[in-house]
Each structure stands twice: as C-alpha cells, then as structure tokens.
C-alpha cells in the first residue's frame, strides 16, 4: 500500500515539475504554483524530488531553471570542481559538487533504469 502512494507521489511530481517547464515562459505565477505543489507533494509523501529535476528549481522563489533564460551554469575549478547554477530571478545560488554528482550517477545506472 505505502509502495503505491509513494508510486502516485513520485508520478505527481514528475508531471506537475513538466507542467512548470512548459508554462514558465507563458505564464510565471502559475510554474511556481506548480512546482510548490511538486515540493508539497513531495514532502508529504516523503518521496524525493530525482536529482536531475531538483537541480533545477529554485528552492527560494519556486522558479524552474531554464539555462540561458533565467539562469547561468557555471563550472568552477577552485577548491573542490563544482558547479555553480544561479537563478536570475532572485540570485540565489546552487552549488553541486561534480565528484558527488558522478557518483550518484553511477549509482543510479547500477540500480538499472528500466523501471520508469
Ligand atoms: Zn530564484
């Protein structure tokens, strides 16, 4: 039973963070609600938003990151090689390690991906 809810959950965020991709350009306040919900929706069922999606939204204003629209990507090579993605909206920023990053990747391809 819980393995169900969480299946709706994760289902939920995936389309409603697809849904804030589509209408961002069009329609600002309603991606945000979007993604709210996704966030909401997350919490609540205690599933985690996938790495790829959540590296793009901006935990501060709720905005989905579209690079070379209202966000830039940098790699940054002081200290530990990061990457640096910054919301053009509200100047928060959001710093990925690239070696934690990889890892999980390969993680993820182990676990095998046929699943979705
Ligand atoms: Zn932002």
């Known amino acids: ?15 409603l963070i697809a849904l ?22 997350s919490m609540r069922s205690r599933v985690r938003i996938p790495r790829h999606l959540k590296d793009r939204i901006c935990k501060k204003c709720l905005s989905i990151l579209k690079p070379g629209v209202n966000c830039t990507v ?23 390690p690239i070696k934690r990053r990889l890892r999980a990747k390969t993680r993820a391809t182990r676990r095998g991906s046929g699943t979705s």
């Open 1 to 15: 039973m819980r393995r169900y809810v969480k299946d709706i959950a994760r289902e939920r965020i995936e389309r």
């Open 20 to 41: 804030a991709d589509e209408i961002y350009e069009v329609n600002k306040p309603l991606s945000k609600r979007y993604i709210e919900l996704a966030l909401r929706v």
């Open 74 to 96: 940098r790699i940054r090579p002081r200290r530990e090689k990061h990457i640096v993605i910054k919301c053009l909206e509200c100047g928060h920023v959001i710093r990925i």
